[in-house]
């Protein structure tokens, strides 16, 4: 096995970031963002030592300064609040995906990925729009924001397309300094404005806007905390079918064979009836579900929770003629974005940020994200055998070690069981070997034999 190649950080990474930069075209996309600056310094400059930042885990405080402008002209232009990142990051992953099209499979089934996760800031006190953020993990309020990201995915590689950063519109929860602007005329306002509105419904804002700005997807992955006949419907109307988890309320009801049930009551039914569980989930039915007046069909699949095979799970489609299977297999994919948010965490430093203003820490998730689809993007080129984060150690984890000693000894024991059909010298040659062999291998091979 050949070794990683070793390179010059500083002069390999400059290299790369250029490039990346080049592929998307971003020095074109400057007036498209609504960048605005009378000087010698572009937004590809900016962008440039930004995303060196996140690469080098520092703040810009702390980060060497460029040579061609000032670290405070950097940070000056990632809190103007004119600049559209969510546009910024829409177009450079519409461009990014057109390079990879032409090598995707055209069976392959592509999909937007929606989630959150939680940006502690746990020491601030004045950060524009700083609120308290239920984390469903530990069950208890903390100081920060919740970064609605979507996600786009062709099985292989994830790339996040768009974000918001929600905050809350309760005045009780509100922590931090009130939005200092609300005018939905500028680009500053409506970002502003859209922090302290309902989660779902900036959820197909994002969406629509990734779908507009020339995302291709024809599926939407979430999880159980946005599944609703109301999500489903709107997505529909967008183009889009939902593949999702569905909550194990008894407040929704969907309509089976002229009747209506909750997902509980519709297990019992099921299971009560003829139909015999599968090998892979429980049971699958196609249902209708209404929102405001529309009817439309939806079909869910019951899969036996894994670790508890006394509890199952309810995974619902809009694309109904998707075998149970595939539904199962395209929300699997769901996952790419979890394991994108600890990447960015742990490598990209994304719920480390300082920053005060609102318009600022929009422009350092967006960075954030810029840089991990460039490390997505350098993975899918099959050239750098390094990877993204913990990637290889998750691969690691799911080949155990003793896979090959198990193999090595079955291979043993099997050519000493025969040893009578080969020559001398093979067998001199294998009893040689297994001299060469760690000490606890070869009691192994003893005790097999």
Not at 29 to 43: G, I
Not at 328 to 351: H, M, N, P, S, V
């Amino acid at each position: 096995m050949n070794s990683i190649p070793q390179f010059n950080q500083e002069k390999d990474t400059s290299s790369l970031i250029s490039s990346f930069t080049k592929l998307i075209g971003l020095a074109d996309l400057s007036k498209q963002v609504n960048f605005r600056r009378h000087s010698l310094v572009s937004l590809l400059m900016v962008v440039k030592w930004l995303i060196q930042s996140r690469f080098a885990r520092k703040s810009l405080y702390r980060f060497d300064q460029p040579a061609e402008f000032t670290s405070k002209t950097g940070r000056n232009i990632l809190n103007d609040g004119r600049i559209n990142w969510q546009k910024l990051l829409c177009l450079a992953a519409a461009k990014l995906i057109k390079v990879l099209k032409p090598v995707i499979d055209k069976r392959r089934r592509l999909a937007l990925i929606v989630d959150d996760t939680l940006l502690a800031r746990s020491y601030s006190k004045k950060a524009e729009l700083l609120a308290k953020v239920y984390d469903h993990n530990e069950h208890k309020y903390i100081n920060g924001y919740r970064g609605l990201t979507v996600g786009w995915s062709d099985g292989n590689t994830f790339l996040p397309v768009n974000f918001a950063l929600m905050s809350t519109k309760k005045k009780q929860n509100l922590l931090g300094s009130k939005a200092t602007t609300t005018d939905n005329r500028s680009i500053a306002g409506r970002r502003r404005n859209q922090a302290q509105r309902q989660m779902n419904d900036v959820t197909v804002e994002l969406l629509k806007q990734a779908i507009n700005e020339g995302v291709p997807a024809d599926y939407v992955l979430f999880d159980s905390w946005f599944a609703s006949p109301k999500m489903f419907w709107q997505l529909k109307q967008l183009g889009l079918d939902s593949v999702s988890m569905l909550k194990l309320s008894k407040k929704v009801y969907y309509r089976y064979r002229g009747r209506l049930y909750d997902v509980k009551s519709l297990y019992e039914r099921l299971a009560g009836s003829k139909l015999k569980a599968k090998d892979d989930y429980l049971y699958s039915c196609v249902v209708e579900a209404e929102y405001q007046g529309h009817s439309f069909p939806i079909r869910l699949v019951y899969v036996t929770k894994r670790g508890n095979k006394g509890k199952y799970l309810v995974l619902a489609t809009t694309r109904y003629q998707l075998q149970p299977k595939e539904v199962i297999q395209l929300y699997g994919r769901r996952w790419q974005i979890e394991t994108y948010f600890k990447a960015a965490k742990q490598y990209l430093a994304l719920d480390k940020s300082q920053i005060q203003s609102y318009d600022g820490q929009c422009g350092y998730f967006a960075i954030t994200a810029l840089t991990y689809d460039l490390l997505a993007w350098q993975e899918r080129q099959a050239v750098d055998e390094r990877t993204i984060g913990d990637l290889f150690y998750l691969m690691n984890d799911a080949l155990p070690d003793l896979a090959f000693e198990e193999a090595l000894v079955y291979l043993l024991s099997a050519l000493k069981a025969v040893k009578e059909e080969i020559t001398t010298e093979v067998e001199r040659i294998i009893n040689n070997f297994i001299k060469l062999l760690p000490g606890f291998i070869q009691k192994q091979l003893q005790r097999s034999v």
